[in-house]
């Protein structure tokens, strides 16, 4: 099934078919930026692998390329958004305390775990 899924995220960006929106890349990629080192989730689990790959592929961001312009922003708006939680609530560099209600519903629809859902 992970074989079928993976050849169809690559069909659709040769076609140039959003599958994913470009929000929820931007998400998805935050959120791993934020919360994924360390989580073997995101390495064991295919089917959220093969979506960061796909969301990488879609911001053009998989190592020495340009990023997508109109993407890129987006991206680095939903990380602020989780930094600047954290340092208005007084956690710092804490981003697991109280993360925006865009990280919870993301976890839940891909059923993804952070550190704070392992406590």
């Not at 078919?17 to 360390?38: H, T, V």
């Not at 190592?63 to 710092?92: C, F, T």
């Amino acid at each position: 099934m992970n074989d079928i899924r993976k050849a169809m995220y690559e069909t659709a960006l040769s076609a140039g078919l959003p599958i994913i929106s470009g929000d929820e890349c931007c998400q998805i990629l935050a959120w791993l930026y934020i919360y994924g080192g360390g989580n073997e989730q995101c390495v064991v689990d295919e089917r959220l692998r093969n979506v960061i790959f796909y969301a990488q592929q879609r911001l053009n961001i998989n190592g020495g390329e340009v990023p997508d312009k109109e993407l890129l922003p987006v991206l680095q708006g939903y990380i602020k958004s989780i930094e600047e939680r954290a340092i208005a609530n007084k956690h710092y560099k804490d981003y697991d305390n109280d993360p925006p209600e865009w990280v919870l519903a993301l976890e839940k629809k891909w059923n993804i775990k952070s550190y704070r859902s392992k406590a």
